[in-house]
C-alpha cells in the first residue's frame, strides 16, 4: 500500500533527520510510529477494561495462590 502525507519543510526535515539518526527509512519511521500508537492506544482499552472489571470485584490474588489456580505449580 502506498500512502501520500502532506508536511511542510520544517517537519520534513526534522523527520528525514531523525530516521537517518536511527538509521532507518522514514517510511519505516512512519511505519513504526504509527504501530507503537495503535499498539499503545489497544493497552490503554485493556488497562480501562481490566479495571473496571476490578472495581466491580476487587479480589486480589497472591502469586502462589495465582500460580496453584493456573496449575503452574
Same mark, same amino acid.
Given at each position: 500500500?502506498?500512502?501520500?502525507l !502532506?508536511?511542510?519543510? %520544517?517537519?520534513? *526535515? ?5 530516521a537517518?539518526?536511527?538509521?532507518? =527509512? ?7 510510529s504509527?504501530?507503537? !500508537?495503535?499498539?499503545? %492506544?489497544?493497552? *490503554? ?10 472495581? =466491580? ?10 500460580? !496453584? ?5
Open positions: 500500500m502506498t500512502i501520500s !502532506r508536511l511542510n519543510d %520544517e517537519d520534513t *526535515l526534522l523527520i528525514k533527520k531523525y537517518e539518526l536511527n538509521n532507518i =527509512s522514514v517510511s519505516e519511521l512512519i511505519r513504526q504509527v504501530m507503537e !500508537r495503535i499498539e499503545n %492506544e489497544y493497552d *490503554l482499552e485493556m488497562f480501562d477494561a481490566a479495571m473496571a472489571e476490578y472495581k =466491580s470485584n476487587p479480589v486480589t490474588f497472591s502469586l502462589d495462590e495465582a500460580e !496453584r489456580e493456573l496449575g503452574l505449580r
